[in-house]
């Protein structure tokens, strides 16, 4: 999928939106400038009927992991319009370094807990068809909350 489309079918008013939030975050985590700091844009593509599966694994465990190896939600958003209604899941992430992703990355893959909830999510097909990944560095005319 095009990332205009992508863009398209969020709409500008949430990405606004969360980029406000974003530079506010980054503001009370003590991140001043964004220096070092970085955002994770993230795009999960379903597969058909499986956007709602994968709601529940983040709700239900995902998150939680997340936590335990140092990784920050933002926010999370189902698109409203088509064509990524209904098989689209897009979030935010926030990260100390684009090092410190690396590493919260991999610990977070090598994760018993999240294997086994993987593997267990998964056991009628696959739920994610792919990811988009996009890091992200505030502006210093980012606005302020």
Do not use: C
Request: hydrophobic share 40%; proline share 3%; aromatic share 10%.
């Amino acid at each position: 999928m095009k990332r205009r489309a992508l863009f398209q079918g969020i709409g500008a008013g949430a990405i606004m939106s969360a980029m406000a939030g974003v530079s506010g975050f980054a503001q009370m985590a003590g991140g001043g400038s964004g220096e070092g700091v970085v955002f994770e844009l993230r795009v999960y593509h379903t597969y058909e009927g499986k956007l709602d599966n994968l709601l529940a694994r983040f709700r239900d465990h995902t998150m939680t992991i997340f936590k335990r190896h140092g990784i920050e939600s933002v926010a999370y958003w189902t698109p409203t319009d088509e064509p990524l209604a209904g098989r689209t899941l897009v979030y935010m992430l926030r990260h100390p370094s684009r090092e410190a992703a690396t590493a919260n990355w991999a610990a977070f893959h090598d994760d018993p807990e999240w294997k086994q909830v993987s593997t267990a999510s998964e056991v009628n097909g696959k739920l994610v068809d792919k990811v988009d990944s996009t890091f992200l560095k505030l502006t210093d005319f980012s606005p302020k909350i």
